[in-house]
């Protein structure tokens, strides 16, 4: 309870230009309101942007690709794509296996 309550108050005490940096987004949500927040968080009116790292299907299937940023390291080199790049599947499911496969072959 304690991570959904951070989460709000992040979305909605947040001024207008700021960054929010989430890692593993589901973790410690209970799926009562994943739902609620993963809407808050593309729908929120402010000028906010937010970084947040899920492997969820929940959140892959209803967060949209034009939101999508792959970053991929390579040695020393860091890139960031967009989704639209690599031509997925029309499924979020589907394409974030797609692009899991993608992944792991460009590292071999």
């Known amino acids: 309870m304690l991570h959904t309550i951070i989460h709000i108050a992040q979305i909605y005490l947040a001024n207008d230009g700021s960054i929010i940096l989430i890692d593993e ?11 609620i927040l993963t809407e808050d968080f593309v729908h929120e009116n402010k000028n906010i942007q937010f970084i947040a790292t899920s492997h969820h299907p929940y959140i892959i299937n209803n967060i949209p690709y034009q939101y999508w940023k792959i970053i991929t390291r390579k040695t020393g080199v860091i890139s960031a794509k967009s989704a639209s790049e690599y031509k997925l599947g029309k499924s979020k499911q589907k394409a974030f296996l797609q692009l ?6 460009q590292h071999q």
């Open 25 to 35: 987004f589901e973790n410690s949500l209970g799926t009562n309101c994943m739902d």
């Open 100 to 105: 899991t496969e993608i992944l792991e072959n």
